[in-house]
């Protein structure tokens, strides 16, 4: 069990997207779960992603800032994922 970003819900680890820092601090998406670095999860919804994304939740997860691009990166994969 994975506690999700936004929602703040406890869900299967299946259920929910690996998002990961590696060791070159670099913050990608990973739909397999098996990237290495430090992950955090979020629930395949757009609204989790908003309200972790006002909520700062991933730069408190990652412990660094995180840019536009990035967050623009996430969301585009979030959708083009939601679109499947």
Known sequence: MRMCLG???MKPKKELIRIV???ENEISVDFTGKKPGRGAYMCKE???FEKA???KR???A???AISQEIYETLKSQLEEEDGR
């Open 58 to 60: 991933l730069e408190k």
């Open 46 to 48: 757009l609204s989790c």
């Open 21 to 23: 820092k590696n060791k």
């Open 62 to 64: 990652f412990e660094c």
């Open 7 to 9: 929602c703040q819900e």
């Open 53 to 55: 994304r006002k909520a």
